[in-house]
């Protein structure tokens, strides 16, 4: 079966309102704020079609709400991988699947990020495998797209504001790359 983007805006109207974790907005509110940044930064339609789905991981698990808060990674950054590749190309999937190690990256790099991650996102990063070694780092950053992995994470980490006003989600469906 062909996964559609009719069944993404399924999953985003049928399971969106759940709370984002321990974070004060719903999960369609992050994914909608995590896109209008990227889109106001001017970022390609792929990126923020990234940004609006990097988190639709959690709206496929059974796992609750908050599995970190219950000492549980998720793995929500590969769940929607093989669903989302059958619709679009990597310049999509692949920052979806590096944004969390993106944090890793984030946080070896710049000694200030770790300090500015919501409490729930310093637990989680335990759980996705803590901070990266230089080697690490250098590792990762060399791999293709992850700067936008990196973006995505920035975007990511500031689209946590309760009630503020984004574009709709049809508004970002249209902008999405068809291939």
């Given at each position: 079966m062909k996964f559609t983007i009719d069944e993404i805006c399924h999953l985003f109207d049928h399971k969106g309102s759940k709370m984002y974790g321990a974070e004060a907005v719903t999960q369609l509110e992050h994914a909608l704020q995590t896109a209008n940044l990227a889109?106001?930064?001017g970022e390609t339609r792929e990126l923020i079609t990234a940004c609006l789905l990097h988190d639709l991981g959690h709206l496929i698990h059974n796992l609750g709400d908050d599995p970190a808060a219950q000492g549980v990674d998720d793995k929500h950054e590969y769940r929607a991988i093989p669903f989302?590749?059958?619709?679009?190309?990597?310049?999509?999937?692949?920052p979806i699947r590096l944004h969390v190690v993106a944090k890793r990256y984030l946080c070896a790099v710049d000694s200030q990020y770790w300090q500015g991650l919501s409490p729930a996102s310093q637990r989680s990063l335990q759980l996705q495998g803590g901070i990266f070694s230089p080697q690490e780092a250098e590792e990762f950053i060399?791999?293709?797209l992850a700067q936008d992995a990196v973006k995505l994470r920035i975007y990511d980490d500031q689209a946590k504001v309760p009630h503020l006003s984004t574009p709709e989600l049809s508004y970002f469906?249209?902008?999405?790359?068809?291939?």
């Open positions: 889109l106001q930064a989302l590749g059958q619709i679009f190309s990597l310049e999509v999937t692949e060399r791999q293709p469906v249209e902008l999405m790359p068809r291939s």
